[in-house]
């Protein structure tokens, strides 16, 4: 006797956990039900109807040998896609559910009513194909989602739908270029309680960087109303990115980016009428708000680090947040399928040779540079029009326009975020992509010639021309260890994630400038005392920066712990070195309200600068942001391994100074195991290096400014630039003398200058004279470990030379 067909298993029955049953989608679900929840992950409650109640609707419904008949004409071309799809959906929607199907998808969905209390409960139908969300393959929005169903009509009239969706024109397209059997594919059906994210928010994360690969950070985008939105990309929502090493300590909040997103549109459920969902736009307050507080981020991390070790690679995850109960909850998880795949053995930069004027800026889609003339597509119905090699430019895309992308150099959009389609399948495709620029399809004209950068940080920028760029290939696995530590040299947090794959041992050098002149954009002083800004436009803009902070203060301290966090995440527990602000007066005076705050100095490189302005009362308020958003990095975020450095510290007493007035801003050496370093770039550090010993846990040897002041040359001088060389036997004494007098006292010596990365031998001298660590720039990194592993050998092997007589006589 023949069993009962199964049509439906509830996502807690062990065998929904099946791909070739319920699908990826649906497997996954039932797989976080039956194995998460006790560990606290909330997954809402729901069904799937299996791969034979599919089967026998096709069998039901004689539709077999007609679907066929359609994918022969269409694999032979004798048949378009479009016709293709359309027929075959038609043959799906004109059908009828079996009696015995139907009447198991009716029960099922009354037994999810009865348990939530309510007569009719609405639901999400969603798609889920057995060919679908595989380790090589994301097949993300392939099929259709329909939101707020409500009733047994209703339900099976969605149901339906999905099992057509399985021959979208963009499934046929996808499966042809995955090679994947288009009658071998069955779809099942996921219903599953709604979460009220209408009323509050949802979104998309990612339990790996989506952009660089990096494997410690968990990105969460979030929007207000259903999550349709941030998939799609039709929002640029907020986005955070956790650090996860350090999610399981207690008293830190290890957040290493808030991005506002601008959310101008929600997607809620429509109030009568046959739409079950509308969009609106979104409150001026919505839109200056975060969606989510930190604890929800870090929730929504933690339960994404759940995935992952249960999976055991990263995945792609969609969430909610209900309104009425405040309570987050997962919708869906599947592998990410692109960066996890990637080889981490090799890494591959770009670099622009020359300059261009920028256009347009956006989210950065990957990290290559790309080079093409526009062309302009609103619409898919002008997809015909797009020309292969160019750069495609749109509003935004969704999965119809998967087959035109492939074609594309370069992809630019108007809206979107890191999530939204566009992102996942350029990233998928390997194009280089730019999204959220805003207003691009207007900005670029059609034909023009555009270069589009990804290789710049996690900002994309569009410039007029085609510029000229170099692609290297960098084989990571032949890098040799050595002694000497190799750190790396970096100001922007946006570009830190994309050295991640170098062994650097640390950061002998983060630049906080960059930070204050790029993000931060206003002078300190100016933001404590706007009162004195005479400028008026330069007020309104430091409004603008720092509308949605509490205060100017907090703005300042937000943005620059962020900054330095980032920075510090990517080559954790490493020491990670952050010099203090080295800004002179005329470079200060360039910010935003900086000119009612710095003097006018006939040479701002020897002027009021370094250590000198911390103490000072014309800085000190401003010297207590820094402080304190150092303060925040370390005991807030987490991040212990950063190092503080005083630059240009000019005498042991004021050392002394700088120390007293870092300790009243809760940054006390020792404390909370701070180590301060200081910078020796000035002779007095040398000469009097055994008293700035006692002071001091380090020296970081600048050996920029210690040569101009050891040879009296101005190093910004044009005129001057043959007689500017680290490699004088002057400064060699002077580096030799440091490193000698460092060690006798016990402490650490490195440097952090440009000069190794310039001249293979003074890195060669360096190393013969033992310095602990060098610095680089990333770009010069690969090179520089070669050479001082090479020096390391010869040295092991009793083959010393006379590197710093050398490296005189070619400085003579």
Not at 8 to 33: E, H, Q, R
Not at 288 to 315: C, K, N, T
Not at 498 to 522: D, T, Y
Request: hydrophobic share 40%; aromatic share 8%; glycine share 8%.
């Amino acid at each position: 006797m023949n069993a009962e067909p199964v049509y439906i298993l509830g996502f807690d029955d062990p065998a929904a956990g099946d791909v070739a049953t319920v699908g990826g989608k649906n497997a996954s679900l039932s797989n976080m039900v039956r194995t998460m929840r006790s560990a606290g992950l909330a997954v809402p409650d729901g069904f799937a109807t299996t791969a034979h109640a599919f089967r026998d609707y096709i069998d039901a419904n004689g539709i077999e040998s007609s679907l066929r008949a359609q994918i022969a004409a269409f694999q032979s071309g004798r048949s378009p896609l479009h016709e293709t799809g359309e027929t075959i959906r038609r043959l799906f929607l004109e059908g009828e559910f079996p009696t015995a199907m139907a009447e198991a998808i009716r029960a099922a969905y009354q037994g999810l009513s009865r348990a939530a209390g309510v007569h009719e409960l609405g639901v999400a139908v969603r798609s889920s194909a057995t060919a679908e969300d595989l380790p090589d393959a994301s097949f993300a929005g392939q099929q259709e989602t329909f939101l707020n169903v409500r009733g047994e009509r209703e339900l099976l009239d969605a149901c339906r739908r999905c099992f057509a969706s399985l021959f979208t024109d963009r499934a046929i397209s996808y499966r042809e270029a995955k090679n994947f059997d288009h009658l071998k594919v069955a779809l099942s059906i996921g219903v599953q309680r709604m979460v009220r994210s209408d009323l509050a928010g949802s979104g998309v994360m990612f339990s790996i960087d989506t952009e660089t690969g990096f494997p410690r950070t968990v990105v969460v985008s979030a929007a207000w109303g259903l999550g349709e939105t941030v998939v799609q990309g039709s929002v640029n929502p907020d986005k955070y990115l956790v650090f996860k090493p350090l999610l399981d300590e207690l008293r830190v909040r290890p957040i290493i980016e808030r991005t506002l997103g601008e959310k101008e549109r929600k997607l809620v459920y429509a109030r009568g009428g046959s739409a079950r969902t509308v969009l609106r736009d979104t409150t001026r307050r919505e839109r200056e708000s975060f969606v989510l507080d930190d604890e929800e981020v870090l929730q929504l991390a933690r339960w994404a680090m759940l995935i992952e070790d249960h999976y055991g690679r990263p995945m792609d995850m969609e969430w909610a947040k209900d309104g009425e109960t405040d309570e987050l909850f997962i919708v869906q998880a599947r592998p990410e399928t692109v960066q996890s795949s990637r080889q981490t053995a090799r890494l591959r930069t770009y670099r622009l040779k020359e300059k261009g004027k920028t256009l347009l800026t956006g989210s950065a889609i990957g990290e290559a540079i790309a080079t093409g003339a526009v062309c302009i597509i609103r619409s898919p119905a002008d997809i015909d029009r797009f020309r292969d090699g160019a750069i495609l430019v749109t509003e935004m895309t969704d999965p119809d326009w998967v087959p035109v992308m492939k074609r594309a150099a370069g992809i630019v959009t108007d809206h979107g975020g890191t999530t939204s389609h566009a992102a996942i399948v350029s990233r998928e495709l390997g194009v280089p992509a730019i999204v959220g620029t805003g207003n691009g399809t207007d900005v670029l004209s059609e034909g023009q010639a555009i270069t589009l950068s990804c290789a710049e940080g996690d900002r994309g920028h569009v410039y007029e021309g085609a510029l000229a760029f170099d692609a290297e290939d960098i084989d990571l696995a032949a890098i040799p260890d050595t002694r000497t530590a190799i750190m790396v040299n970096l100001a922007s947090p946006a570009a830190a994630l994309r050295w991640w794959r170098l062994p650097a041992k640390g950061v002998g050098l983060a630049r906080m400038e960059f930070i204050v002149s790029n993000a931060i954009k206003a002078h300190p002083m100016a933001l404590l005392h706007p009162e004195r800004v005479t400028d008026a436009s330069e007020l309104r803009q430091i409004r603008a920066l720092t509308s949605g902070f509490a205060n100017p203060a907090e703005f300042f301290i937000e943005t620059l712990a962020l900054g330095i966090a980032k920075i510090a995440a990517v080559y954790h527990p490493y020491p990670v070195i952050v010099r203090l602000s080295d800004f002179k007066t005329n470079e200060y005076a360039h910010l935003l309200g900086g000119a009612a705050f710095e003097p006018n100095e006939e040479n701002p490189m020897l002027g009021f600068r370094g250590a000198s302005r911390y103490y000072d009362e014309r800085y000190r308020e401003g010297f207590a942001l820094e402080c304190r958003a150092l303060k925040r990095v370390r005991e807030d975020i987490g991040f212990r391994n950063v190092i503080v450095m005083v630059p240009f510290c000019r005498t042991p007493a004021e050392a002394d100074r700088v120390l007293e007035v870092m300790a009243e801003n809760g940054l006390a050496r020792g404390g909370a195991d701070l180590e301060v370093y200081m910078m020796c770039e000035i002779p007095s550090n040398v000469i009097l290096a055994e008293q700035f010993a006692t002071r001091f846990d380090g020296f970081s040897i600048g050996s920029n400014d210690l040569t101009q002041l050891t040879l009296g040359v101005d190093r910004d001088s044009g005129d001057l630039a043959p007689l500017f060389d680290e490699r004088s036997e002057a400064v060699t004494r002077l580096i030799d003398e440091a490193i000698v007098k460092a060690h006798d006292a016990g402490i650490k010596v490195g440097i952090c200058g440009q000069a190794p990365s310039n001249y293979p031998e003074f890195a060669a001298f360096l190393v013969q004279e033992g310095i602990d660590s060098i610095s680089l720039n990333p770009d010069s990194f690969v090179a520089t470990i070669r050479h001082v592993a090479e020096v390391e050998r010869a040295l092991a092997s009793g083959s010393r030379t006379d590197t710093a007589t050398r490296s005189t006589e070619t400085a003579q």
